[in-house]
């Protein structure tokens, strides 16, 4: 009998911040853990440059959005699902007024086909120089 509460790693995503994994398959629903868009390889933030007290130098909020879509689709891959999989998404903004519309458009070009729900919230502050996460949830037909 199959696990049906299987927690899962994704060897080629962001490593987790905290103690919890990347997704957690129950029954044929895939629940991913927030996802941000820290870059696997080297841990950084894409386009971002902080000077040695944290003051941001550089700041690229389309190159967090194409990357955190990137780390979701990893993540899905792994888990033996793919983006049409999609039901349910939740975005987390650090900044709503400057971001939202950047990330509006950047959206609809990752979700032409698949149009999963979605909600977007205004949040003070993320764990990491990140300004942008997405929990998702999809659903697996086996």
């Not at 696990?3 to 080629?12: G, L, M, R």
């Not at 130098?57 to 967090?64: G, I, M, P, T």
């Not at 032409?112 to 929990?135: A, F, N, W, Y």
């Amino acid at each position: 009998m199959k696990n049906k509460n299987e927690k899962i790693e994704a060897n080629s995503a962001p490593k987790p911040v905290g103690a919890y994994p990347h997704a957690r398959k129950v029954g044929n629903l895939l629940f991913l853990s927030g996802v941000g868009p820290r870059i696997p390889e080297t841990n950084a933030t894409p386009g971002t440059k902080t000077s040695a007290s944290g003051n941001y130098l550089a700041f690229d909020f389309a190159a967090q959005c194409h990357q955190v879509f990137k780390n979701v689709k990893t993540i899905l891959e792994a888990s033996g699902a793919s983006w049409a999989d999609l039901v349910d998404v939740t975005v987390f903004l650090t900044d709503m007024k400057r971001d939202f519309h950047t990330y509006n458009e950047i959206y609809k070009e990752y979700f032409q086909e698949v149009q999963p729900c979605r909600t977007t919230l205004g949040i003070s502050s993320l764990p990491t120089d990140i300004c942008i996460e997405l929990k998702c949830i999809a659903v697996i037909n086996e």
